[in-house]
Structures are given as structure tokens and as C-alpha cells.
Nanobody, 115 residues
Framework: QVQLVESGGGLVQAGGSLRLSCAAS????????MAWYRQPPGLQREFVAA????????HYADSVKGRFTISRDDVKNTVYLQMNSLKPEDTAKYYC????????WGQGTQVTVSS
């Protein structure tokens, strides 16, 4: 069974940057389309960004397009989310998972953006 461990979150001022990592164990990620999701306080979890199994295709929520970049390193079995120009509305707990058929959720990593 795959275990997904997210890291890299923190407190940052508006306009700042963070890089999130999602390390997998128990299964190789190389055959899977992967995605980042987030759950703002008091709201439902939402899609943020996805990357195809080959890394050749990416897809973003409109709210993050042009600011966030998803990437993957299949040698390290890790997926990344580079977040630039952060806004207070990006405050959420961030999770990674398959894009499509979901596995169990990890513990997530908290991102807090102050104004």
C-alpha cells in the first residue's frame, strides 16, 4: 500500500514562494498521473494541479495558473509543487494523490500566507 508524505509547507508573506514535496513509499509513482489538492479552512478539498505519468502534460486550477508549477522526479519517487506569488487565499492544507482514482490521503502539509 502506498504511503504519501507531504512536506515543505510553512508560514510565508503574500508574494512569497514555497516548494512542496510529496514522497511516496510502497509503490512507484512513475506509472501514475499525480496531482496536488488543497483544503482551505472550513472548506472542501479542491484540485490544484496535475501532471501526467510521463511528465509531458500538466493541468492547473484557474486560481493557481501562472503561479504554481507541478513537476515530478521518478528517480526520487517524488512529486513537487512550486508555488510563487502566494496569496492569502492560498492558505490551506496541501495533499498529493493520484489524479483520478485516489489512494489514501497522507497527513498533508500546512501552507499559511499572511497579508
Amino acid at each position: 500500500q502506498v504511503q504519501l508524505v507531504e512536506s515543505g509547507g510553512g508560514l510565508v508573506q503574500a508574494g512569497g514562494s514555497l516548494r512542496l514535496s510529496c514522497a511516496a513509499s510502497g509503490r512507484t509513482l512513475s506509472s501514475y498521473d499525480m496531482a496536488w489538492y488543497r483544503q482551505p479552512p472550513g472548506l472542501q478539498r479542491e484540485f490544484v494541479a496535475a501532471i501526467s505519468w510521463s511528465g509531458g502534460s500538466t493541468h492547473y486550477a484557474d486560481s493557481v495558473k501562472g503561479r504554481f508549477t507541478i513537476s515530478r522526479d521518478d528517480v526520487k519517487n517524488t512529486v513537487y509543487l512550486q508555488m510563487n506569488s502566494l496569496k492569502p487565499e492560498d492558505t490551506a492544507k496541501y495533499y498529493c494523490n493520484n489524479y483520478g482514482s485516489l489512494d489514501g490521503w497522507g497527513q498533508g502539509t500546512q501552507v499559511t500566507v499572511s497579508s
